[in-house]
Nanobody, 123 residues
Framework: VQLQASGGGLVQAGGSLRLSCAASGRTFSEYAMGWFRQAPGKEREFVAAVSKGGRSGGVTDSLKGRFTIFRDNAKNTVYLQMNSLIPEDTAVYYC?????????????????WGQGTLVTVSS
């Protein structure tokens, strides 16, 4: 499967962005999907993930209330809605696919990765 992330850009603190990750190749609905991010000089960290059917999902505790993950299997796309952005959200955001129904919080358990999209939040 190929993943193409998009939607990043420059936004002022307090603003919103919606990231998209479009998948092609094998059946998108068979994959759990996740979003991770990597800030300059830091390790990649889990952001959010959703099961293959979209009924089960999770956002890391520090981002709950601001970030939401959802998917549209008819469009082969997973989204990350980011609200009330702060400068600390600045990072490259990656989407990933896991060839299992249930998502994981661990990057090592994902099988395919997109190229990343840069989000920059200015103060």
């Amino acid at each position: 499967v190929q993943l193409q992330a998009s939607g990043g850009g420059l936004v002022q603190a307090g603003g919103s962005l919606r990231l998209s990750c479009a998948a092609s190749g094998r059946t998108f609905s068979e994959y759990a999907m996740g979003w991770f991010r990597q800030a300059p000089g830091k390790e990649r960290e889990f952001v959010a993930a959703v099961s293959k059917g979209g009924r089960s999902g999770g956002v890391t505790d520090s981002l709950k209330g601001r970030f939401t993950i959802f998917r549209d299997n008819a469009k082969n796309t997973v989204y990350l809605q980011m609200n009330s952005l702060i400068p600390e959200d600045t990072a490259v955001y990656y989407c990933a696919a896991r060839v299992l129904p249930m998502y994981s919080l661990l990057a090592s358990e994902y099988d395919y990765w997109g190229q990343g999209t840069l989000v920059t939040v200015s103060s």
